[in-house]
């Protein structure tokens, strides 16, 4: 499946920039991700931790930053395996461009799952894929915006808010501000 | 006033008692001493190569008795096809090896590479874990759509096949130009594509294997839920492993329905034996629902387009098709003979068609393997012609059942020799479509229609008609259409000294009532009460030799080898007879359980030739041998040909779509009816099972090969709500002309001829409701298609 979306950030494209390629960020931004070490060349190992309709599985895999095109664009992927649970993998080219007021970011995202995971949650991949990429850039947007004033991001749930959530809003900002 | 025993009455199936009170004994009901547990590492990609599989970590973990790849294997044999079918330019089919274990690549999801045995089967679970996060398997492009399979020669499921063609079969590929011929001056073509959408078997049990091997004796045991014991011996021991037959035992206990998908050996079955061996101590398996969803062989899936030439009157002149089948990753035993000469043979239905031409090509994906699922072959022939006359009506205005009728043959026709090779030895084609009109009265269906207008739904009707070629046998015509195996059968008759009888009978029965007719047609043969015949069947230890259950042979071919048994105990009770009685033997003549001298009342009772036959204390032993006990193999002549005619009404919500299966008639000519009870409920699953087809049931993969209805939240079975009350007739009977018995075989018939007739209601349905722009919707008719097809 893909999808695509649009997202408007309030802040400076080199913030934007920079943050994408923050491993911190990046862990902070996966749904579900419980660790994750290594850099942008060689990739981030990570662990994630996700229910899949019936099934949940604690998947192990590779995060990866490729195509990178300083400042305007670059594709993140990642592919894990759960074990029994099956294969989850996907990626989202992700592309940035300065707006009035901060940067407008782009995405086409494509997920695929495989294994039991494919076999007992089919009906609801779809939806489960626009979920963690909508959760994905949400917790991003959250991240590198001005702590205030904006609106909640919209589809954060529970595990979300406990993890990071809107606790953690504008904090990389805060960071490197 | 209907019979209460013996032939033609509705006895109650004796199996029954075991199956709903809980006793039966299946497979897995059977605990072993010292047993251990397989547990299979299936791939989760559709298509890779296997790059790596590190044992180490598996092997060291607690229980684990043995580690097996598919290295372990390779050196022995494959599990073959057991049909040979050539191209249309001479070439015999491709046939890649199929594995116990997948070895180098993975051709499908859930493709067993690697398995584990141990102690418990948490532990063999645990490590099979453990071996698939230790293997390293690149995926490569799935081929999952047949066109593109064909299309595209850089991706193939099998390296050594560049088109993923297994075959492109003409039949007959001598008729083709006359048949193009005809199809050119046809006044009016008429053409239809459609697919027969695929199928998961979903039998109640999943399959299970269970390997035993003696050390001490050299002797190996196979448990396993089969539907043929003796040709999975043939099979495992003589093609896959390399074990003498007479060192191999298989039993097949109470099987959970088949369908079909328990015909097949499947590699579980020799990793079980060859574990066992190699520990000493027995090796089970039992799959997983899930599975059962990604490893039993799948049933139909064509992808057809069919043309018909006719008169504008509706005269049928000549029946083209294309059809591209998918066979999956590997060739299971009959997916080669499904496609084809189960198929393209029945092309010309229970009609007069001077001019058939079938081509089939099939095609290698990474998929499960298909084979054959009840009524295999001819549902796909059956639903293909009975809906392209369909359309030829509503394109021509002509009335569906008159059309049939001037199309089909006559009484006075038989035998008849059909376009596509078969020879129709008898039946009344007619006389079930008059019947099964007046069953569905026909004639009120427009009042029926405006009763359901008031309450908001369209109603329609749709009629098919069916026949089949089944009793699969006769081994002199499979052997000329490219059958690697002979199919007859085989039953041993013993009387025991008390008179009462074990049959050792070559059928399987999983679910259909053998045990029951089977002592029934002895019953009457030999005058003594049914409840003195036992039926023995599913044990290569027991039965003398049999090639099991499926294509309606049980009673057409293993009843017919156990009539002849038993006509073989009566001769030899005559012999007796003559003896004890002081007679000539021709003078002997057997009618009631009572063997008499012919004009006398000297008689002797079944009973007392039996017990003389065992304490032969004054026989003449240079004529006249001790012992009641008879063998007899039968191969038949011919196929048998049931038929019928089937009315289905529905109703049809326009504002979602849902489709209502409200009637459903069956008229069927099966020849002689032995057990009228078992018959209709094998109609009843049949019609259902072709329900759920129609309306429900399909297999989805995705673009990469996941199975995305890999279990019952996303794959519907036909539930209870879905079917309607079976109306259901056998009484139009033209006995089979070539078995004594005079039986046809009912077990498919609901299947092949139920489909058609539930998608011809759906469309007249909306073409009443004005939606004339539908002409067809693809199987399941779905409430989301026909919500689609409604709205264009």
Same mark, same amino acid.
């Given at each position: 499946?893909?999808?695509?979306?649009?997202?408007?950030?309030?802040?400076?494209?080199?913030?934007?920039?920079?943050?994408?390629?923050?491993?911190?960020?990046?862990?902070?931004?996966?749904?579900?991700?419980?660790?994750?070490?290594?850099?942008?060349?060689?990739?981030?190992?990570?662990? $994630?931790?996700?229910?899949?309709?019936?099934?949940?599985?604690?998947?192990?895999?590779?995060?990866?930053?490729?195509?990178?095109?300083?400042?305007?664009?670059?594709?993140?992927?990642?592919?894990?395996?759960?074990?029994?649970? @099956?294969?989850?993998?996907?990626?989202?080219?992700?592309?940035?461009?300065?707006?009035?007021?901060?940067?407008?970011? *782009?995405?086409?995202?494509?997920?695929?799952?495989?294994?039991?995971?494919?076999?007992? @949650?089919?009906?609801?991949?779809?939806?489960?894929?626009?979920?963690?990429?909508?959760?994905?850039?949400?917790?991003?947007?959250?991240?590198?915006?001005?702590?205030?004033?904006?609106?909640?991001?919209?589809?954060?749930?529970?595990?979300?808010?406990?993890?990071?959530?809107?606790?953690?809003?504008?904090?990389?900002?805060?960071?490197?501000? | 006033?209907?019979?209460?025993?013996?032939?033609?009455?509705?006895?109650?199936?004796?199996?029954?008692?075991?199956?709903?009170?809980?006793?039966?004994?299946?497979?897995?009901?059977?605990?072993?001493?010292?047993?251990?547990?397989?547990?299979?590492?299936?791939?989760?990609?559709?298509?890779?190569?296997?790059?790596?599989?590190?044992?180490?970590?598996?092997?060291?973990?607690?229980?684990?008795?043995?580690?097996?790849?598919?290295?372990?294997?390779?050196?022995?044999?494959?599990?073959?096809?057991?049909?040979?079918?050539?191209?249309?330019?001479?070439?015999?089919?491709?046939?890649?090896?199929?594995?116990?274990?997948?070895?180098?690549?993975?051709?499908?999801?859930?493709?067993? /590479?690697?398995?584990?045995?141990?102690?418990?089967?948490?532990?063999?679970?645990?490590?099979?874990?453990?071996?698939?996060?230790?293997?390293?398997?690149?995926?490569?492009?799935?081929?999952?759509?047949?066109?593109?399979?064909?299309?595209?020669?850089?991706?193939?499921?099998?390296?050594?096949?560049?088109?993923?063609?297994?075959?492109?079969?003409?039949?007959?590929?001598?008729?083709?130009?006359?048949?193009?011929?005809?199809?050119?001056?046809?006044?009016?073509?008429? *053409?239809?594509?459609?697919?027969?959408?695929?199928?998961?078997?979903?039998?109640?049990?999943?399959?299970?294997?269970?390997?035993?091997?003696?050390?001490?004796?050299?002797?190996?045991?196979?448990?396993?839920?089969?539907?043929?014991?003796?040709?999975?011996?043939?099979?495992?021991?003589?093609?896959?492993?390399?074990?003498?037959?007479?060192?191999?035992?298989?039993?097949? +206990?109470?099987?959970?329905?088949?369908?079909?998908?328990?015909?097949?050996?499947?590699?579980?079955?020799?990793?079980?034996?060859?574990?066992?061996?190699?520990?000493?101590?027995?090796?089970?398996?039992?799959?997983?629902?899930?599975?059962?969803?990604? *490893?039993?062989?799948?049933?139909?899936?064509?992808?057809?387009?069919?043309?018909?030439?006719?008169?504008?009157?509706?005269?049928?002149?000549?029946?083209?098709?294309?059809?591209?089948?998918?066979?999956?990753?590997?060739?299971?035993?009959?997916?080669?003979?499904?496609?084809?000469?189960?198929? @393209?043979?029945?092309?010309?239905?229970?009609?007069? #068609?001077?001019?058939?031409?079938?081509?089939?090509?099939?095609?290698?994906?990474?998929?499960?393997?298909?084979?054959?699922?009840?009524?295999?072959?001819? !549902?796909?022939?059956?639903?293909?012609?009975?809906?392209?006359?369909?359309?030829?009506?509503?394109?021509?205005?002509?009335?569906?059942?008159? $059309?049939?009728?001037?199309?089909?043959?006559?009484?006075?026709?038989?035998?008849?020799?059909?376009?596509?090779?078969?020879?129709?030895?008898?039946?009344? /084609?007619?006389? *079930?479509?008059?019947? $099964?009109?007046?069953?569905?009265?026909?004639?009120?269906?427009?009042?029926?229609?405006?009763?359901?207008?008031?309450?908001?739904?369209?109603?329609?009707?749709?009629?098919?008609?069916?026949?089949?070629?089944?009793?699969?046998?006769?081994?002199?015509?499979?052997?000329?259409?490219?059958?690697?195996?002979?199919?007859?059968?085989?039953?041993? #008759?013993?009387?025991?000294?008390?008179?009462?009888?074990?049959?050792?009978?070559?059928?399987?029965?999983?679910?259909?009532?053998?045990?029951?007719?089977?002592?029934?047609?002895?019953?009457?043969?030999?005058?003594?009460?049914?409840?003195?015949?036992?039926?023995?069947?599913?044990?290569?230890?027991?039965? +003398?030799?049999?090639?099991?259950?499926?294509?309606?042979?049980?009673?057409?071919?293993?009843?017919?080898?156990?009539?002849?048994?038993?006509?073989?105990?009566?001769?030899?009770?005559?012999?007796?007879?003559?003896?004890?009685?002081?007679?000539?033997?021709?003078?002997?003549?057997?009618?009631?359980?009572?063997?008499? #001298?012919?004009?006398?009342?000297?008689?002797?009772?079944?009973?007392?030739?039996?017990?003389?036959?065992?304490?032969?204390?004054?026989?003449?032993?240079?004529?006249?041998?001790?012992?009641?006990?008879?063998?007899?193999?039968?191969?038949?002549?011919?196929?048998?040909? +049931?038929?019928?005619?089937?009315?289905?009404?529905?109703?049809?919500?326009?504002?979602?779509?849902?489709?209502? $299966?409200?009637?459903?008639?069956?008229?069927?000519?099966?020849?002689?009816?032995?057990?009228?009870?078992? #018959?209709?409920?094998?109609?009843?699953?049949?019609?259902?099972?072709?329900?759920?087809?129609?309306?429900?049931?399909?297999?989805?993969?995705?673009?990469?090969?996941?199975?995305?209805?890999?279990?019952?939240?996303?794959? !519907?079975? +036909?539930?209870?709500?879905?079917?309607?009350?079976?109306?259901?007739?056998?009484?139009?009977?033209?006995?089979?002309?070539?078995?004594?018995?005079?039986?046809? @075989?009912?077990?498919?018939?609901?299947?092949?001829?139920?489909?058609?007739?539930?998608?011809?209601?759906?469309?007249?349905?909306?073409?009443?409701?004005?939606?004339?722009?539908?002409?067809?919707?693809?199987?399941?008719?779905?409430?989301?298609?026909?919500?689609?097809?409604?709205?264009?």
């Amino acid at each position: 499946m893909k999808l695509t979306d649009t997202r408007e950030i309030k802040a400076d494209p080199k913030v934007v920039w920079d943050a994408i390629l923050n491993p911190e960020v990046l862990k902070a931004c996966i749904p579900g991700c419980e660790s994750m070490s290594g850099s942008v060349a060689e990739g981030y190992e990570a662990v $994630v931790k996700q229910k899949v309709g019936p099934v949940s599985a604690t998947f192990t895999g590779l995060v990866q930053l490729s195509d990178i095109v300083e400042g305007r664009s670059l594709r993140i992927s990642g592919e894990g395996k759960g074990g029994v649970a @099956g294969f989850a993998k996907g990626g989202a080219n992700v592309a940035f461009e300065p707006i009035e007021g901060g940067t407008r970011l *782009t995405y086409e995202a494509e997920a695929n799952v495989g294994g039991k995971i494919a076999q007992l @949650g089919s009906r609801i991949i779809d939806s489960f894929a626009k979920k963690l990429a909508d959760e994905f850039f949400a917790r991003f947007q959250a991240a590198v915006e001005e702590p205030e004033p904006e609106p909640e991001p919209e589809h954060v749930t529970e595990e979300a808010v406990a993890d990071s959530g809107e606790k953690k809003k504008g904090w990389f900002k805060r960071l490197i501000g | 006033m209907p019979k209460d025993h013996g032939i033609g009455a509705s006895s109650k199936r004796r199996e029954d008692v075991r199956f709903l009170t809980g006793r039966g004994v299946y497979t897995d009901d059977m605990a072993l001493h010292g047993q251990t547990y397989a547990v299979f590492v299936r791939s989760t990609v559709a298509h890779g190569r296997i790059k790596s599989i590190k044992t180490a970590n598996a092997a060291g973990m607690p229980g684990v008795l043995a580690v097996f790849t598919g290295e372990d294997f390779k050196d022995v044999g494959g599990n073959p096809a057991g049909w040979l079918i050539n191209s249309r330019d001479g070439t015999p089919m491709r046939e890649p090896k199929r594995p116990v274990l997948a070895y180098s690549k993975v051709r499908h999801v859930g493709d067993a /590479y690697a398995a584990v045995v141990a102690e418990t089967y948490a532990q063999a679970r645990d490590a099979a874990e453990q071996l698939a996060a230790d293997s390293e398997i690149e995926e490569l492009p799935a081929i999952i759509d047949m066109k593109a399979a064909v299309a595209d020669p850089s991706n193939r499921v099998h390296d050594e096949i560049p088109d993923n063609l297994c075959f492109d079969w003409g039949w007959i590929e001598d008729n083709r130009a006359a048949v193009d011929a005809a199809m050119k001056a046809a006044p009016h073509v008429v *053409t239809l594509e459609l697919v027969n959408n695929r199928l998961v078997p979903n039998a109640m049990e999943p399959r299970a294997s269970i390997g035993e091997y003696n050390p001490g004796t050299g002797d190996y045991k196979l448990t396993t839920t089969s539907q043929n014991p003796h040709l999975t011996r043939l099979l495992v021991a003589a093609f896959v492993l390399g074990i003498p037959e007479n060192k191999l035992q298989v039993v097949a +206990p109470d099987v959970g329905g088949g369908f079909g998908s328990k015909i097949y050996h499947y590699g579980e079955e020799a990793l079980v034996l060859a574990a066992a061996k190699k520990l000493g101590r027995p090796v089970r398996w039992t799959a997983e629902r899930s599975e059962s969803f990604l *490893t039993d062989a799948h049933g139909r899936d064509h992808v057809t387009k069919i043309e018909l030439g006719c008169t504008k009157d509706g005269q049928i002149l000549a029946i083209r098709t294309e059809t591209l089948a998918n066979v999956g990753a590997y060739l299971s035993n009959f997916s080669t003979a499904t496609p084809t000469f189960l198929h @393209g043979t029945l092309m010309a239905g229970p009609y007069k #068609v001077p001019h058939v031409y079938v081509n089939v090509k099939t095609v290698f994906t990474n998929t499960a393997p298909v084979d054959a699922y009840r009524g295999a072959g001819r !549902p796909e022939a059956t639903y293909s012609l009975e809906r392209v006359i369909d359309k030829m009506c509503r394109e021509l205005n002509l009335d569906p059942f008159e $059309v049939r009728r001037k199309n089909l043959l006559t009484p006075d026709q038989f035998p008849y020799t059909t376009p596509v090779g078969l020879v129709y030895d008898t039946g009344n /084609y007619q006389a *079930t479509l008059d019947r $099964v009109m007046a069953m569905a009265d026909v004639a009120g269906f427009e009042k029926r229609a405006a009763e359901s207008k008031k309450r908001g739904k369209l109603r329609g009707m749709g009629l098919s008609t069916w026949i089949e070629a089944c009793g699969i046998a006769p081994s002199h015509l499979v052997g000329v259409l490219g059958s690697r195996v002979g199919l007859y059968d085989a039953a041993t #008759v013993r009387v025991n000294a008390t008179g009462n009888i074990s049959v050792m009978t070559g059928a399987h029965s999983h679910g259909q009532g053998h045990e029951t007719v089977f002592a029934q047609i002895v019953a009457e043969k030999l005058g003594i009460p049914e409840s003195s015949v036992e039926i023995v069947h599913g044990d290569t230890a027991k039965i +003398p030799f049999g090639m099991g259950s499926y294509g309606s042979r049980s009673l057409a071919v293993c009843g017919t080898a156990m009539a002849k048994a038993v006509d073989k105990i009566i001769a030899k009770g005559k012999k007796i007879a003559a003896h004890m009685l002081e007679a000539s033997e021709g003078d002997i003549t057997f009618e009631n359980g009572k063997f008499q #001298v012919a004009g006398t009342d000297k008689a002797k009772t079944f009973g007392e030739i039996a017990f003389s036959a065992y304490v032969p204390h004054n026989y003449p032993l240079e004529t006249l041998e001790p012992g009641l006990e008879e063998t007899a193999f039968y191969d038949p002549a011919n196929f048998t040909y +049931p038929a019928g005619a089937y009315i289905c009404e529905v109703e049809v919500d326009e504002g979602t779509g849902k489709v209502d $299966v409200v009637a459903f008639h069956c008229a069927d000519d099966f020849g002689n009816v032995m057990n009228p009870m078992i #018959v209709e409920g094998q109609v009843h699953g049949g019609v259902g099972q072709g329900i759920g087809q129609a309306l429900c049931e399909f297999t989805a993969y995705d673009e990469t090969g996941q199975l995305l209805t890999g279990s019952y939240m996303d794959y !519907p079975m +036909p539930r209870a709500e879905d079917v309607p009350f079976y109306n259901v007739d056998y009484s139009c009977q033209t006995p089979c002309t070539h078995n004594p018995l005079g039986v046809k @075989g009912c077990g498919e018939a609901g299947a092949i001829g139920s489909p058609p007739a539930v998608v011809n209601a759906v469309i007249d349905a909306l073409h009443r409701g004005g939606h004339t722009h539908v002409t067809h919707i693809d199987m399941p008719v779905s409430p989301s298609r026909v919500w689609s097809a409604i709205n264009g």
